[in-house]
């Protein structure tokens, strides 16, 4: 039997450490934070969109308060650093 609370994967530290990483490479995938920290998926993914207020655009982690032209801008920056590889 379990007593007393469970940890919360939302913790100060839990989120520092997911923004760590996203910091220092913005095209991890979920998969390689959650391995990277022994957090759940799924607490990753909350933490990544609620608590660090960041969202998906192509392959990077973004702020989610970008303006449209903004995120227009990366989706084709990133278009043009792909086509020239």
Same mark, same amino acid.
């Given at each position: @039997?379990?007593?007393? %609370? =469970?940890?919360?994967?939302?913790?100060?530290?839990?989120?520092?450490?997911?923004?760590?990483? &996203? @910091?220092?490479?913005? %095209? =991890?995938?979920?998969?390689?934070?959650?391995?990277?920290?022994?957090?759940?998926?799924?607490? &990753?993914?909350?933490?990544?969109?609620?608590?660090?207020?960041?969202?998906?655009?192509?392959?990077?982690?973004?702020?989610?308060?970008?303006?449209?032209?903004?995120?227009?801008?990366?989706?084709?920056?990133?278009?043009?650093?792909?086509?020239?590889?």
């Amino acid at each position: @039997m379990i007593t007393g %609370r =469970l940890v919360d994967a939302s913790s100060g530290h839990c989120c520092h450490a997911v923004e760590t990483l &996203v @910091m220092s490479d913005r %095209r =991890l995938k979920v998969q390689e934070i959650a391995i990277e920290t022994g957090i759940f998926y799924g607490s &990753v993914i909350n933490i990544l969109l609620q608590h660090l207020d960041l969202s998906k655009v192509c392959v990077r982690w973004v702020p989610r308060f970008l303006m449209l032209i903004q995120k227009s801008f990366h989706v084709e920056k990133n278009f043009r650093t792909a086509v020239s590889l």
